[in-house]
């Protein structure tokens, strides 16, 4: 085998090395922006039922309109996430104290805290699966914070 022969060979496996590394690079990030996506989409029909949710509670208080929202919530929800559960709770509170002849108490900051903590944790979420780690997050806020 002359040395143009080996070189053509080695020129040609490293070629498809990186063929093959570029497709695998490739997949993975059609797939994180795909998942990226859904999670940015889910944030923002979550955010819009819950701005309806208080919408109704601050207006009409109608306790079955309420419900359905809240049921349309729910369906964006998974069993067994503390933050999630949360949510419903402050959810479920605002409905039974939506007759204000029944209750003065307004649990109206507990469904926002409730809800920020939810949107927060699926917006980090959606960060991880994206790439963006820990570190480079806490770096982009302290800058953030600086900008202040």
Do not use: H
Not at 77 to 86: A, C, P, T
Not at 99 to 111: K, L
């Amino acid at each position: 085998m002359s040395t143009a022969e080996i070189v053509t060979a080695v020129i040609s496996a490293v070629a498809l090395i990186i063929s093959i590394a570029n497709v695998i690079y490739v997949k993975k990030q059609i797939s994180v922006d795909a998942i990226t996506k859904c999670r940015v989409d889910w944030i923002k029909d979550v955010r819009s039922l819950l701005q309806d949710f208080l919408t109704e509670y601050n207006g009409n208080r109608d306790v079955n309109e309420l419900r359905i929202i809240r049921n349309k919530i729910c369906l964006y929800l998974r069993s067994g996430v503390s933050s999630y559960k949360n949510l419903k709770n402050a959810l479920d509170l605002c409905i039974r104290t939506a007759d204000p002849s029944i209750s003065t108490y307004n649990p109206i900051d507990e469904v926002i805290e409730a809800a920020q903590t939810t949107l927060s944790n699926v917006w980090i979420r959606a960060k991880r699966e994206a790439g963006i780690t820990k570190k480079i997050d806490d770096k982009f806020a302290i800058e953030f914070e600086s900008k202040k």
